[in-house]
């Protein structure tokens, strides 16, 4: 059975970091993409970034470009989400989803999320 867990929400002051992790059980990450999405009270859920083990590619959202960034530790199976200069705007909960190769709002593999707030 496929599984991933987030871990690693909190609150944070702006200007802060968080790290979440997105641990996977059940499948390598060798043939997925990674994904990590955000939704904010109220809004639509959307793209933040991007992951594929497969070329060690790499895509994040406007927003968050330049302050986010994406490892992957390999013997826990693990995906990270570093969050440097954490914004107010940031606050959302975090899900980590997966796909064979594709990365994108319908992926099949979900996690129940990880809560970020951050504080101005």
């Known amino acids: 059975e496929v599984q991933l867990a987030e871990s690693g929400g909190g609150l944070v002051q702006a200007g802060g970091s968080l790290r979440l992790s997105c641990a996977a059980s059940?499948?390598?990450?060798?043939?997925?993409?990674i994904g990590w999405f955000r939704q904010a009270p109220g809004k639509e859920r959307e793209r933040v970034s991007c992951?594929?083990?497969?070329?060690?590619?790499?895509d994040f959202a406007g927003s968050v470009k330049g302050r986010f960034n994406i490892s992957y530790d390999k013997a826990k199976n693990t995906v990270f989400l570093q969050m440097n200069n954490l914004k107010p705007e940031d606050t959302a909960m975090y899900y980590c989803?997966?796909?064979?190769?594709?990365?994108?709002?319908?992926?099949?593999?979900w996690g129940k999320g990880t809560l970020v707030t951050v504080s101005s």
């Open positions: 989803a997966a796909e064979r190769r594709l990365c994108y709002i319908g992926m099949t593999y």
């Open positions: 992951f594929w083990l497969s070329d060690g590619g790499t």
């Open positions: 059940g499948f390598t990450f060798a043939d997925y993409a």
